[in-house]
């Protein structure tokens, strides 16, 4: 069965930097398109953060974190991880991976079957 497991999360100052990590299992990954995607409070709807194709070769992120995210896979390790630096406090939230098989990569909820349980980041001022 596949499995999504997150990593990385945790307390920063604004204007620092995290890392999370996704670790794939059960299946191989190489042909599903993997994404990012955050709650900031509880009751809302997770909302798109980043995107990578099933190849890498092609990413797509929200205006609200470009160029301060970079998302990237290692497809040999079946693991996707977020970059985030200038972190701000309105990033705080519980970060989401997601996959599905696809080609090119999806930047709706409903894009994706499989997910993660989510990591917490928190930003403070």
């Known amino acids: 069965q596949e499995r999504l497991v997150e990593s990385g999360g945790g307390l920063v100052q604004a204007g620092g930097s995290l890392r999370l990590c996704c670790a794939a299992?059960?299946?191989?990954?190489?042909?599903?398109?993997m994404g990012w995607f955050r709650r900031q409070a509880p009751g809302k709807e997770r909302e798109f953060v980043a995107?990578?194709?099933?190849?890498?070769?092609?990413?797509v992120y929200a205006d609200s974190v470009k160029g301060r995210f970079t998302i990237s896979r290692d497809s040999a390790k079946n693991t996707v991880c977020l970059q985030m630096n200038s972190l701000k406090t309105e990033d705080t939230a519980d970060y989401y991976c997601?996959?599905?098989?696809?080609?090119?990569?999806?930047?709706?909820?409903?894009?994706?079957?499989?997910w993660g349980q989510g990591t917490q980041v928190t930003v403070s001022p």
């Open positions: 997601a996959a599905e098989r696809r080609t090119r990569p999806g930047i709706d909820y409903s894009d994706y079957s499989i």
């Open positions: 299992s059960g299946r191989t990954f190489s042909s599903y398109s």
């Open positions: 995107a990578i194709s099933s190849s890498g070769g092609s990413t």
